[in-house]
């Protein structure tokens, strides 16, 4: 091979692997806004509330993601009881990689709404930004603001929003964790429609749709 050929080789193989690197890079970095993986709620398809489910039991209903599994509660929120992500007096839908939970309970006897949202937020170990913000027709408070999610929830990573609000003499304890964000809490919480008169606190008769 003469002196010539020989450069126009090396040159080849230094492209070649230009190319190869360049590549590598690219499957390794951020994936675009357009890609969809399997710990990502995030897409518009994902984000689309065209399913609702309504808590007789509880007195809500609110619209949900397709394809999510809805467990409703089977057991009562008692008053002065704190309840945890999977307690049975918790509706649960959950999706993928995000779930969103809600109860409720009725208020003492002369307790004020702000006395029992104050009363929640004390036991619900707040963190984060305190924010009020539109739940339905109603106002309520979040006390967990954008924190760390508990993987032992559902076996979700990622961020745990909560919220508290009274509706009706109820007092009404909505959480969304995983792989969510403000908005997308903010959205589900736009979906919930109140009907604080027809609860029934009772072995429950709701279904998805």
């Known amino acids: 091979m ?13 492209i070649m692997l230009g190319t ?23 897409s518009a398809a994902d984000r ?7 808590s007789r039991m509880m007195g809500y209903s609110v619209k949900y993601p397709a394809g999510w599994k809805v467990t409703p509660a089977t057991a009562t929120w008692g008053r002065g ?9 918790e509706d649960r839908l959950d999706g993928p990689s995000a779930g969103f939970h809600g109860t409720s309970q009725t208020l003492a006897p002369g307790q004020s709404p702000t006395a029992w949202i104050d009363e929640y937020i004390k036991s ?7 924010e009020l913000v539109p739940v339905g027709n109603q106002i309520g408070t979040i006390d967990l603001n954008g924190c760390p999610s508990d993987p032992g929830h559902g076996g979700y990573v ?21 792989q969510v964000d403000h908005a997308f809490f903010l959205t589900m919480l736009a979906a919930v429609t109140f009907t604080p008169q027809t609860a029934t606190d009772t072995t429950p008769a709701a279904s998805p749709s």
């Open 81 to 89: 009881v704190t309840n945890f992500w999977n307690d049975p007096e």
């Open 124 to 130: 619900s170990m707040p963190c984060g930004t305190t």
């Open 2 to 14: 003469n002196r010539m050929a020989r450069l126009a080789t090396i040159a080849l193989a230094f």
């Open 158 to 178: 990622g961020r745990i929003y909560d919220l508290a609000v009274v509706a009706g003499g109820r007092g009404y304890n909505f959480t969304m964790e995983g």
């Open 48 to 54: 689309s509330l065209t399913a609702s489910f309504a």
């Open 20 to 42: 190869a690197c360049g590549s590598a890079t690219t499957r390794s970095g951020p994936q675009s806004p357009t890609a969809t993986s399997a710990n990502s709620p995030s």
